[in-house]
């Protein structure tokens, strides 16, 4: 959250204490709250072709800045191009961690 703090304008963090508790307060939010959005925006997702999903992450950054003092966003774009960063960024970490993880799982072929 540091890193994106440093590029998007909009986007603020007032320390490393701020940002690792926004980053604790995301992942618990994430993991809470958005399921249960997630099933009630349901029909929008399907309409949209799933991209509704960036603006349910939006919800919850600005969720989270909500609750998180030293952590804010001064609109709604710097919440979506926020958003879209830190679902790249978790793609990116998902891809690279299981290219790891498949290359030491498998049995060698006979």
């Known amino acids: 959250m540091l890193g994106l703090a440093q590029v998007l304008?909009?986007?603020?963090?007032?320390?490393?204490?701020?940002a690792l508790f926004a980053a604790v307060v995301l992942a618990a939010v994430n993991a809470v709250?958005?399921?249960?959005?997630?099933?009630l925006t349901l029909p929008f997702t399907i309409v949209t072709l799933g991209l509704f999903l960036v603006v349910l992450n939006a919800m919850m950054l600005r969720l989270t800045a909500w609750i998180v003092p030293g952590f804010s966003m001064s609109g709604p774009g710097p919440t979506l191009i926020a958003s879209i960063i830190l679902a790249?960024?978790?793609?990116?970490?998902?891809?690279?961690t299981s290219e790891a993880k498949g290359d030491e799982g498998e049995a060698p072929r006979a």
């Open 9 to 18: 304008p909009g986007f603020h963090v007032s320390g490393w204490i701020s």
């Open 33 to 39: 709250v958005r399921p249960i959005l997630f099933f």
């Open 88 to 96: 790249a960024v978790s793609m990116a970490w998902k891809w690279i």
